[in-house]
């Protein structure tokens, strides 16, 4: 009986082998001949992939003649990640992206500044797989936004439009005619006469004399700055006075405006407007609504990485609170992450529902709420204080005089 079942198994093991041979026999002949596309890729391990800059043996480091590696930032978002580009010695095109392994906006761990150069490639290399906790990464736009360079619709000279708005019709001008035509204005699109700087150009004649807060004709010219990649102050903030306008718009006067204002007035400090991070390593319970730690919120990486790590080795659990699923939520971590899925604009009212609820179950922490400045956190030997009890300010409160509400001519 024993044999015969034996038999039976292997029999059975074969079919299901053959078969599922079978199905991928293409799929498995390539594999084992590292085939792609019908050509024979270059290397058994890597396949066609390129192969890589450094090469380590034994903890000893040499660079390969084929690429160079050179530091760079990216200009992918508003994070300007330190970052290594790896570029093929002979085209001399960048083919790799990748973080560098000094900077805690691609990295943690990263790297003391005095460590030599040939350390950081040995720590971020396999050797005693040294570069899984050193690993620097660029983000997976990081990785692609190279490609711009050789994009065949990359804008590189200025564009002048030349039908009507909305009809898209664009023509390329020289950067002369770009500073003539702004500068001095005239009929530029067929449609009437439009102001030059020139136009502009008086900072003595006031806007308005009836509202000299206006200021002068100069301020009617609003400059617009875009991600500040280390040219806005000498290049934008230059003209701007030297043309004698007060109106420059950066790039924070638009994006994460509310989070930045938020910050600075729970920090007091308008001046320097702070951002602020949850402390993932120390934090038991994180609400992140409208964002999500592991895809937004700069430096996403160094976040991504730092939340991937305190959910598993540390206490931290968490709630995302969006619309769309993201990839912050991770079903490999059971209940320590959860999302609870919201519709678009409904997160005020969510939260107005949890302070009704704290307050009617008096679910607040009245002893911290109990200490309002650093001099009361001293006496009490607390770790911090809050200033929340300063939002009901409670002195000189008016009495209501119902007078107020009769009609004017009954008084
Ligand atoms: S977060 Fe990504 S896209 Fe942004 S600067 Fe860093 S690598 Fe580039």
């Known amino acids: 009986m024993e044999t015969s079942r034996r038999n039976f198994l292997i029999g059975t093991s074969i079919v299901a082998g053959s078969a599922a041979v079978g199905g991928y026999h293409e799929t498995l002949g390539k594999a084992i001949t590292m085939q792609r596309r019908g050509e024979k890729a270059k290397d058994a391990i890597y396949g066609n992939a390129p192969l890589t800059e450094i090469i380590q043996k034994e903890g000893k480091i040499a660079f390969s003649n084929d690429y160079v590696v050179k530091p760079s930032v990216c ?22 992206v990748f973080g560098n392994p000094y900077s805690l906006l691609s990295s943690d761990p990263w790297l003391p500044y005095k460590t030599p150069l040939i350390e950081s490639f040995k720590a971020t290399s396999g050797f005693k797989e040294s570069g899984l906790e050193m690993r620097s990464t660029a983000c997976s736009r990081g990785n692609l936004v190279y490609e711009k360079l050789k994009d065949p619709f990359r804008v590189t000279t200025p564009l002048k439009r030349v039908g009507k708005r909305g009809e898209d019709k664009w023509a390329s001008i020289s950067i002369e005619q770009l500073i003539k035509e ?27 004399a009836q509202n000299p ?41 638009i994006c994460g405006l509310s989070m ?7 920090l007091d400090d308008f001046a320097t407007s702070p951002h602020m991070k949850p402390d993932f390593e120390h934090c038991e319970f994180l609400l ?71 307050i009617e179950e008096e679910r607040y922490l009245k002893a911290y709420l109990a200490i309002p400045s650093d001099v009361a956190q001293k006496t009490l030997n607390e770790v911090s204080f809050t200033n929340a009890s300063h939002l009901v300010i409670m002195d000189g409160v008016k009495k209501v005089r119902f007078w107020w509400m009769l009609p004017r001519w009954l008084m």
């Not at 930045?260 to 729970?266: F, I």
């Open 75 to 96: 200009n992918g978002c508003t994070t300007f990640c330190s970052v290594r580009v790896k570029i093929d010695a002979k085209s001399g095109e960048v083919v790799r």
């Open 182 to 208: 702004i500068s001095e204005g005239g009929n530029l699109f067929g449609e009437g006469e439009v102001q030059g700087l020139k136009a502009l150009a008086d900072t003595k004649t006031l806007i308005d």
């Open 213 to 253: 807060d206006y200021g002068p004709i100069a301020n009617k010219l609003c400059v617009l700055g875009t991600a500040d990649e280390g040219r806005q102050n000498y290049m934008v903030h230059r003209f701007v006075q030297s043309f004698g306008t007060v109106n420059f718009m950066g790039h924070t006067s």
């Open 260 to 266: 930045r204002a938020g910050e600075a007035a729970y």
């Open 288 to 358: 992140s609504i409208g964002t999500a730690p592991a895809q937004a919120g700069n430096p996403f990486k160094r976040q991504a990485k730092l939340l991937a790590k305190s959910r598993t080795g540390g206490a931290l659990r968490y709630v995302i609170v969006t619309p769309i699923l993201t990839n912050s939520d991770s079903i490999a971590v059971g209940d320590r992450s959860r999302w609870l899925p919201i519709k678009p604009s409904g997160d005020l009212a969510l939260v107005m529902g949890m302070i009704r609820v704290i």
